[in-house]
């Protein structure tokens, strides 16, 4: 096996015996030999001029099946290859890239055709979400056949970073229709305080970032007493009026994914994934794992969606209600100690508050904005994301997003005026919104977002983030800091190019990061 898509790749260069997160070799293999038919499946619907939506949702489901920490399951991943097989051979579709040529050739072709198909992994993910509520793009959907066929295809380094330089605007466009789908649906995200403290009787916890199973799930457990908490990346969902308003969605459980396998195991109640990030269930815990849409894990109870999307979760709730929760409450503590967590500053919250910042600003009160955001993980050196945050001065805001957060979103660091100094803007994909505010602000102050008292300070892990990277890039967005290291799969020349066109960088210290940012 090889793959190199994530940040906990083995030896900062490449998982070839085994995955540090639990994929088996025979899983990667199908992974891959599922990724080059749909390459194929793309390349003959580009070749006929055809777009069905069948299709590409084929495509959409199977690039999200191989995000990092999604499927684990080797007979399903190739289950789902033949039924694109079938798809590619029923259109006619002949010519095959092997598996062993996905991730080989000239190291920065290889460098930049992966992190094109890790970005069309990730833009996979936020348009199944924005799919499963109805809505969908064409611009996005096509581009799934354009970028998919586009891997088996020639293209000089400039044409390699054209097509990046693309996929980021459409990645833009599909944050765009997912923030509109989940704003309409369960309105704009009010800020709340979410309370750690998990109250006796039965409950469920629901991680990953699908608001609408999350929907289905409290409209099956409205008025049964039955509890219901998020996890990970789920956390920004308290700030939906819609989802709010259900009285039993009580609160948090844990922090960021990489702790579940500590956080679960003494949890007297059942979890369901619905998306990344799972982990190798432990013993302690396996039988109360659930998963449902393209999640899943050997002998863990999978539910499916019927033909109209509906989901019954009464498995989850009779297991809930049996294993009964805790007797008494239980506080809960975030990784600095802090019992509640802040969300819901969503980007119209923020931009309804934007006179009072830009005021904030004109008066000094405000120095500068630090977007820390994206994925957290396991290596120790992150800790830097929460140094980072106790050591930016009191005169500076912190903008938030993505499961990243978990490394400071339990500290007090005060405030400025009305507005906490950490503002929790949501889910990895709401980086539509922060770039949103970043634009007004560069409005309001007739300037460049380059020009902005703004800097982005990015921790990275799995394929959305290099959707969202290659988005801020695309957009033209400079400096960005990232960490905790660089991804495997940017070659060295690809790395220089990067570094010449648009300043990014890696971080290093807290201490030595904040002087140069801020000049001091
Ligand atoms: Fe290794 Fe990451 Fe790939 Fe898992 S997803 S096999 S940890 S590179």
Redesign the pocket.
């Known amino acids: 096996?090889f793959?190199?898509?994530?940040q906990?790749?083995?030896r900062g260069t490449?998982?070839t015996a085994s995955?540090?997160?639990g994929?088996k070799p025979e899983t990667?293999h199908e992974q891959d030999v599922l990724t080059c038919e749909m390459i194929a499946l793309a390349a003959v619907m580009q070749a006929k001029g055809l777009n069905s939506t069948t299709e590409i949702d084929l495509i959409m489901d199977g690039l999200f099946t191989c995000i990092?920490n999604v499927n684990f399951d080797t007979a399903k991943v190739a289950a789902l290859a033949g039924e694109v097989k079938a798809k590619r051979e029923k259109l006619g579709g002949g010519e095959i890239m092997q598996p062993e040529a996905l991730f080989s050739g000239d190291e920065d072709i290889r460098s930049l055709r992966s992190m094109l198909l890790f970005g069309l992994r990730g833009m996979a993910a936020y348009a199944h979400h924005a799919r499963v509520q109805g809505k969908r793009d064409s611009r996005v959907d096509n581009w799934f056949i354009k970028g998919m066929a586009a891997l088996a295809q020639n293209h000089p380094v400039d044409g390699w970073l054209e097509l990046l330089q693309e996929f980021g605007g459409i990645n833009l466009k599909c944050m765009e229709i997912l923030d509109a789908v989940n704003t309409g649906s369960y309105g704009d995200p009010v800020p709340v305080q979410v309370p750690l403290k998990i109250e006796k009787g039965p409950f469920i916890v629901i991680s990953g970032h699908d608001l609408h199973d999350l929907q289905m799930l409290l409209e099956q457990t409205d008025g049964i007493g039955v509890n219901v908490y998020t996890h990970g990346e789920m956390l920004p969902a308290h700030g939906y009026p819609e989802l709010k308003k259900h009285p039993q969605l009580k609160g948090n459980f844990g922090t960021a994914w990489q702790n579940q396998q500590k956080e679960f195991q003494d949890m007297p109640a059942p979890v369901l994934f619905t998306t990344n990030c799972i982990m190798i269930p432990q013993k302690s815990y396996a039988d109360r794992v659930y998963t449902t849409a393209v999640v899943q894990y050997p002998e863990m109870i999978h539910i499916e969606a019927d033909e109209k999307g509906r989901k019954d979760f009464s498995a989850l709730i009779v297991h809930a209600k049996k294993l009964g929760g805790y007797p008494e409450g239980k506080q809960l503590a975030g990784i600095n100690g802090g019992f509640t967590m802040t969300a819901g500053y969503g980007r119209q919250t923020v931009l309804n508050n934007a006179p009072a910042i830009i005021d904030a600003v004109k008066t000094g009160a405000i120095k500068h904005f630090f977007l820390v955001g994206g994925c957290d993980g396991m290596h120790t050196s992150r800790s830097y994301y929460t140094e980072f945050v106790q050591q930016a001065p009191k005169d500076t805001l912190v903008l938030t997003l993505a499961c990243g957060r978990f490394r400071f979103n339990d500290l007090d660091i005060g405030k400025i005026g009305p507005f906490p100094r950490i503002l929790d803007m949501g889910q990895c994909n709401d980086a539509y919104g922060a770039i949103q505010v970043a634009l007004a602000l560069a409005g309001a102050f007739k300037c460049d977002v380059n020009d902005l008292p703004l800097t982005l300070i990015l921790s990275w892990y799995e394929q959305k983030a290099v959707c969202v990277l290659l988005t801020l890039l695309s957009l033209g967005i400079k400096n960005i800091m990232i960490g905790p290291t660089l991804p495997a799969f940017i070659s060295p020349n690809v790395l220089k190019v990067l570094i010449e066109k648009t300043g990014i960088g890696l971080i290093s210290t807290p201490k030595a990061d904040l002087a140069k940012i801020l000049k001091k």
Request: net charge positive; glycine share 12%; hydrophobic share 30%.
């Open positions: 096996m793959c190199f898509q994530c906990q790749t083995a490449g998982c995955g540090v997160c994929k990667a990092t």
